[in-house]
């Protein structure tokens, strides 16, 4: 699907679909006058018949033989005008042209007649990931699939067209990636194994210009990475421990350094202590953290990303048998501390301790985790919000905010010195589980101890990372979301 910025104004595109934002507020006629008037002026008229309201999400479909354009989509934005608006209207627009088999489709990027503080740039690229990422579908199961639209006409008044073709850009750098974070959740678990994830992450390498280091299982072992071992031991899959790096292209001071660290269970039974099925069915998405890291390495020389970037995935599965991993064995880590294993199914914070172990020796400046780390977050936010958790208010302050330019949702929770109480050892330095109290923060407050003093930011995605029922924005496709690669964008773009 290619993206063209138009040079006429959105009534005069020659398109086989028009798609129309309108408000809740607005009056149709006022709203969508031109289009109305290059329509024949029954666009309203059809559009009450219809009950059409202006309502979030509702459609009005118009064949409009008189204009340019063949057919004229109304879409409800509701009462909001600001990019999420835009975002879920163009998806909605795109979804349904592919539906009516429209091949060329005229798109707006602002509400009409809503008061509009959104840059123009911005309004665009929010029109471009909608689009993008609404035409979404994994579709290599699929044994026929119907075409997207080959050509979206942006329309977008007469702005500076440098900075809007940049925009564009930058929206199909961000759609991309996320599609691949989406590929490589969605594909199963007998296919996406560690040592596929690997390939991927050796995929992005050759394709951006990456650094990669694949450390097998016995390199991390004599490493000394015990926990990330201890989990991998009950599967016959070789697990993977995947590190790429980025250097900007600029020769200059030497640039700061971030590690963006992946949980990459590439599928979690549990292990011992094993998950009923219905817990159990959709954890192939158990490596989305590394998915959306591998997948964001991808895009940092796109963005032309100023800092120097580790992109650190600890993939393996966890499985059971006869070399399993049981409750109660105590291990060491890579940082040197001794857990005590009570649950295995409290896995991924003992494979983010030793990748935050790993970047902690790698000397970077900042860490960001990525994880599908409890169901605790899950039943604290909801399904669509991520917890941001941290040792740094700043760090975290940044990507609150680059989370909300993206239109992720992301809710700091708190990470209090007790909650680290409950993890303390009987009998080693920590446990990996407690009781239920707390869980997404307990789980922070486990990590937190291998990090040293790097400031260091936790994202908690096992609920936004994966979409399983109703209620997901038009933009959002079951199964893989690719959540938190567009917030890391945003933040590496603008890292300070
Ligand atoms: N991968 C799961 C967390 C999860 C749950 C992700 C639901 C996505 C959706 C994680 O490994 C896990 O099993 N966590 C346990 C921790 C507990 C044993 C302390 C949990 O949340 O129950
Ligand atoms: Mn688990
Ligand atoms: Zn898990």
Redesign the pocket.
């Known amino acids: 699907m290619r993206f063209v910025l138009a040079d006429t104004a959105l009534h005069e595109l020659p398109c086989d679909l028009l798609a129309l934002p309108v408000s809740e507020r607005g009056s149709l006629e006022g709203n969508a006058a031109r289009v109305e008037q290059a329509a024949g002026g029954r666009l309203a008229e059809i559009a009450r018949a219809d009950g059409f309201t202006g309502a979030r999400g509702q459609v009005v479909l118009v064949h409009t033989p008189e204009a340019p354009f063949r057919r004229a989509l109304l879409v409800g934005v509701g009462r909001e005008a600001g990019t999420e608006a835009l975002r879920r209207y163009a998806a909605t627009a795109i979804r349904r042209a592919r539906d009516v088999r429209a091949a060329r489709v005229a798109l707006a990027t602002s509400v009409a007649s809503a008061t509009e503080d959104t840059p123009p740039d911005e309004r665009v690229r929010a029109v471009v990931e909608g689009a993008g990422l609404g035409i979404y579908r994994f579709d290599r199961y699929r044994s026929h699939d119907e075409p997207a639209p080959a050509e979206v006409l942006l329309a977008a008044g007469d702005g500076d067209r440098g900075a809007l073709g940049r925009a564009i850009r930058a929206g199909e750098v961000a759609v991309d990636a996320t599609c691949r974070a989406r590929d490589l959740v969605n594909e199963p678990a007998n296919v996406m194994t560690p040592a596929a994830l690997a390939d991927a992450a050796r995929a992005v390498a050759a394709g951006s210009g990456l650094g990669l280091t694949v450390l097998e299982l016995d390199e991390a072992r004599a490493m000394g990475m015990g926990l990330f071992a201890a989990v991998a031991a009950g599967s016959a899959e070789p697990p993977k421990f995947i590190v790429l790096e980025y250097r900007p292209d600029a020769s200059g001071p030497a640039p700061r350094t971030v590690a963006l660290v992946g949980?990459g269970?590439t599928f979690?039974t549990g292990g011992l202590s094993i998950k009923p099925a219905g817990g159990m069915r959709t954890?192939k998405s158990?490596m989305a953290g590394a998915a959306a890291v591998i997948a964001t390495m991808g895009a940092l020389r796109d963005l032309a990303v100023p800092v120097r970037v580790f992109g650190i995935a600890a993939a393996t599965e966890?499985m059971i048998n006869g070399r399993a991993t049981r409750p109660g064995d105590i291990v060491r880590g890579l940082g040197g501390k001794t857990v005590e294993i009570v649950n295995t199914?409290a896995?991924?914070r003992l494979v983010l301790a030793d990748a935050l172990a790993y970047a902690v020796r790698a000397g970077v400046d900042e860490i960001i985790d990525l994880a599908?780390?409890t169901g605790a977050c899950v039943v604290a936010l909801g399904d669509w919000t991520a917890g941001l958790m941290g040792n740094d208010q700043a760090l975290m302050d940044r990507l609150l905010r680059a989370a909300a330019q993206a239109g992720e949702q992301l809710w700091q929770l708190p990470l209090y010195d007790e909650f680290l109480e409950a993890m303390r050892g009987d009998i080693s330095d920590l446990k990996n589980s407690a009781g239920r109290e707390g869980g997404a923060e307990r789980a922070a407050a486990f990590l937190r101890e291998f990090v040293g003093t790097a400031p260091w930011a936790h994202l908690d995605i096992a609920g936004p990372a994966f979409a399983e029922d109703k209620g997901a924005p038009p933009y959002i496709a079951a199964g893989g979301t690719g959540y938190g690669v567009r917030t890391l964008l945003r933040y590496l773009a603008s890292p300070r």
Do not use: A
């Open positions: 949980k269970i979690d954890m158990d966890n199914d896995e991924g599908t780390l």
